[in-house]
Structures are given as C-alpha cells and as structure tokens.
C-alpha cells in the first residue's frame, strides 16, 4: 500500500549524487544469483590480461551514473576469513549479512557528492561486477558503511571480494548499479525488523529500519489517539536515522509506524507509541 503523504524519491534523497552525468546501461549484463552460497556470475567481455593488471586499477574518482557508477572497487574485508558486517556508518550494530560494502562519501575530496549522503544509501543493495582475468564478475551487496576516501567507488566486505578477487585483493576496475534487495538472501542477516536505539526513553528516541527491502526514502507515525500524521525527519545525533516527536513516546495508544523504500515499496508496523521509547526494542513484520 502506498501512502500519499510520501513524495519522496531515491534523487530527492541523494540529492548531490542525482546531479551526476552518464549512462548506467553498461550495467546491463551483468548478471546475480539469489544463493548465498554462490552469488557470482561472470561474462567474458570485461576481461583483464593478467591478474597484475586486475587487481592494479589505477585510482581515480568514482564516474556518476542514473543508477549507480563505474571506478575503483576495493576491499575492507579479509577474503581468507571473511566476517560479518558489523554495522558501519549505517549503525545497524552486529549483524549477520555477509554481503556488504562501503559506499563513497565523495567524488572529488571533500565535496559529499557520493552516493552515500549522510547516510541516505543505508540499507540499499548493488549489483557490483568487476573486471578479472575470467572476465566480469558479479555480486549483489547491502551497503552498511561509508568510504570517504575521494578514490573509492566500492568498498567491498570480505566475502564478496573474495568472490570477485579470489586470493589477489586489490584495486578493481568496476560498475556498479543500485537493485532491490528482495530475492537476494545473502544479503539479509535477518527479517525486516524495526528497531529503537539505545538510550531512548520517553522524551527521546530515534529508530531505523534494519533488513529493509531497499533503502528507506521516508517514515511517518499514524496515531490513532488524535488522527494525526507526523512525517519523521532524519536525526541529527546519528547516521541512519529518524527522528520520534516526544509527544508519541508518551501516548500509550495505538501507532502506525510507516516505511516508504526507493522503488515505492512500503511497509507498516503496528504497536503502542510508547513502544518507540523502550531502548533496543527491534519490532518485526507481522
């Protein structure tokens, strides 16, 4: 269902990012599998010579594109004993997702015209392929973290890299296009949940969505108690984010806690509003 008080988008959101130039179809072939044991495809057009050339790409800022963008695609993981996410930049705390990447702060030094956005790319997935000596190779990834580094593009965690790279980690040359998370299991760590952060109470508490299906472009409180509808701004204590009116965390009636996602998928969660102020509380779909 979708609700009307929602007008946001992935562009309205990303709003430096959305101003980049180029041609996202590059992307088109590349290609994903939804088993988290095997989550690699590979064609023979984006080849490498040698692995010396592969993993050796030149740094250079990250390109633009509609959807996503081409550049250096590294790594921050160990490919030999790859680990679980621990949550980033995006504050999702210990998680068990397997797939995950850094996405970049910057184009160019400083200037906060990457995809990330204080945090806007949270939660979102991207089909990341990189070239290798076999040819492209693909994996989809959650972004959980931030890479302010002016010469990233993607900053892969361990098991996607080891996926892509092998045993040679390094500098790739890679693409990289935002898809939906939905029928990619290895990027769940678990079911879609709603979660209250540490340290809330009744006079203060933000609360993010974890798992989403996409990356969440807007949230609003329903309270049955008086009828109204409060659009949720982001927080400014913490990255990925929003924001709860003191005035629900003291109403012990029923709220509607609406999620919108990029592609205009939404989703409600149903409780007390005082629930919003009990730290560490993580509300699942029913």
């Not at 939906?180 to 760590?189: A, L």
């Not at 998928?265 to 993580?282: D, F």
Request: with cysteine; proline share 3%; charged share 20%.
């Amino acid at each position: 269902m979708r609700f009307s008080f929602f007008a946001f988008a992935l562009c309205t959101t990303f709003l430096a990012a959305c101003s980049g130039s180029g041609d996202s179809s590059g992307n088109a072939s590349a290609g994903s599998s939804t088993s988290a044991e095997s989550s690699v495809s590979a064609d023979t057009t984006g080849t490498c010579i040698a692995v010396s050339e592969c993993d050796s790409y030149t740094a250079k800022p990250q390109t633009l594109t509609e959807n996503g963008g081409t550049g250096s695609v590294t790594t921050y993981g160990s490919v030999s004993d790859p680990e679980t996410s621990q949550g980033g930049a995006c504050n999702y705390g210990e998680t068990n997702i397997k797939y995950y990447a850094a996405i970049a702060v910057n184009v160019d030094a400083g200037d906060g015209k990457g995809w990330w956005q204080g945090g806007a790319a949270c939660g979102a997935c991207l089909s990341v392929r990189v070239k290798t000596t076999e040819g492209w190779k693909s994996a989809v990834v959650r972004i959980t973290d931030k890479c302010p580094d002016e010469y990233c593009g993607v900053d892969l965690g361990g098991a996607p890299a080891r996926d892509l790279m092998g045993i040679y980690a390094g500098r790739y040359e890679g693409e990289w296009k935002f898809v939906s998370c939905t029928g990619h299991p290895e990027v769940y760590g678990d079911s879609t949940s709603l979660y209250v952060k540490d340290g809330a109470n009744a006079y203060w508490s933000l609360i993010q969505v974890r798992n989403p299906p996409d990356a969440v472009t807007a949230m609003a409180i329903y309270r049955t108690s008086d009828s109204s509808l409060t659009e949720l701004s982001t927080a400014t204590e913490a990255e990925n984010f929003w924001s709860v009116p003191a005035s629900a965390l003291q109403d012990s009636a029923e709220c509607e806690i609406r999620a919108e996602f990029h592609g205009e998928e939404s989703e409600t969660w149903s409780l007390p509003c005082s629930g919003l102020a009990v730290a560490g509380a993580n509300y699942y779909l029913k």
